[in-house]
């Protein structure tokens, strides 16, 4: 098979994946039914070199820390601060997360299994690629396949769970929620954040140069990982670096997309996260049956147990608290399609909508961006150094 047409094959399953998800509002999520149509696919006779024909997975050490410090650009500082209280309720779902699967589940499964399910639980691609890499590196390429199974399972578990939540609060909430509805006029003036270092004209922000900012901090990223000899991930480093440059103002906002290269690098860590997909037999895939049941138990209940008891320490809902810890399963766009579709269902005319919107959105959003995109890569970074 040509390289042309092994990349044709797998963009159409990704793209075929997209339009399934939008079909059924995200409840199949699309890289849930690439996976299925990758994994078919090798089972039926497609080269099980496919994904490595395309030479995407060769660009991966480069894709990583870019597109890891790119998602430091998502959203301030500022923004994130407003919802500490979500901030603190994710951040102990993690804690959550990690306590039940490095205990119960490593007692059950042995710690690399319990790794393999603990890092895409906490969060998304990222999380689940350096679980990938650590498993291969441990000498243990099958569970792998694992880690991407919890991965592209996650929001088909987690999201009937925040929408069931998340309606009961707003009923419970209700009239507080519709006491604002006449006045939502919250779309009026964004406030500017003044930064350190002031934007770039808007003349000057050519895909090249933006492309040149981002790629010199993950640059610098695996420079400073690999001065302190990979101690610390480098996915971490890039996050951390990816959140001061935008803090400071020498990155844009979303940088990756306003370059206009952001679907090009989410696609060269889809190939590297599915290219071991090969590994995954009829067999092994039915043996891991039993770990990813436990595993979803383990890590829900971390999940609700913490973000319950952190929620009340900080004077928020159980509702609430447990629906934005669930954000591990979910991150954007589901953790949105979930509100959107709730503001949709219990709304009876558009200021209801909207008043509901407005009131789940911010939380759910922090929520995502707090596990999904900053807590997973941390936490993934910090417990494949246990293998």
């Known amino acids: 098979m040509d390289q042309i047409l092994a990349f044709f094959i797998l963009v159409a399953f990704l793209g075929i994946g997209e339009i399934i998800s939008v079909k059924t509002h995200a409840k199949l999520p699309s890289l849930f039914i690439g996976m299925i149509l990758v994994m078919l696919g090798f089972w039926v006779g497609i080269p099980k ?79 689940t690629l350096i679980a990938e890499d650590a498993m291969k590196a441990a000498g243990r390429p099958e569970l792998a396949v694992l880690a991407v199974l919890f991965l592209v399972l996650q929001s088909l578990i987690g999201m009937p769970f925040a929408s069931a939540l998340l309606a009961r609060d707003v009923k419970k909430n209700w009239d507080k929620i519709m006491a604002g509805k006449s006045g939502t006029t919250t779309t009026a003036t964004p406030l500017v954040e003044k930064k350190l270092i002031p934007p770039l004209p808007k003349d000057y922000q050519t895909p090249f140069f933006l492309l040149a900012k981002i790629a010199l901090v993950g640059w610098l990223a695996y420079v400073v990982a690999g001065f302190m000899h990979n101690a610390i991930n480098v996915s971490i480093v890039a996050i951390l670096f990816g959140l001061i440059a935008y803090a400071l103002g020498f ?37 891991y049956i039993g770990p990813i049941i436990i595993g979803f138990i383990l890590g829900i209940a971390g999940i609700v147990l913490m973000s319950v008891i952190v929620g009340k320490l900080v004077k928020l809902s159980w509702e609430m608290s447990v629906a934005v810890g669930l954000n591990c399963l979910l991150g954007f766009p589901p953790n949105f399609v979930v509100v959107q579709e709730l503001s ?7 200021a209801e909508r909207k008043a509901i919107l407005e009131y789940l959105l911010p939380p759910m959003l922090v929520g995502g961006y707090t596990t999904v995109t900053i807590g997973s890569v941390i936490f993934a970074g910090i417990i494949v150094k246990f293998l």
């Open 344 to 350: 949709k269902a219990m709304g009876k005319d558009e």
């Open 251 to 287: 990155l844009e906002g979303d940088i990756l997309t306003k370059a206009g290269a952001f679907t090009l690098f989410m696609l060269l860590l889809l190939a590297s996260v599915l290219g071991v997909m090969n590994l995954a037999t009829p067999a092994l895939v039915l043996s």
């Open 49 to 127: 070199d496919l994904i490595a024909k395309t030479g995407l997975p060769a660009l991966t050490a480069l894709a990583t820390p870019v597109l890891v410090a790119s998602m430091g650009t998502l959203m301030s500082l500022k923004q994130i601060a407003k919802q500490w209280k979500v901030v603190l309720v994710c951040i102990g779902a993690l804690v959550g997360v990690g306590v039940f699967l490095l205990t119960i589940g490593k007692a059950i499964y042995g710690l690399p299994i319990a790794i393999a399910a603990a890092c895409p639980i906490s969060g998304g691609i990222v999380a």
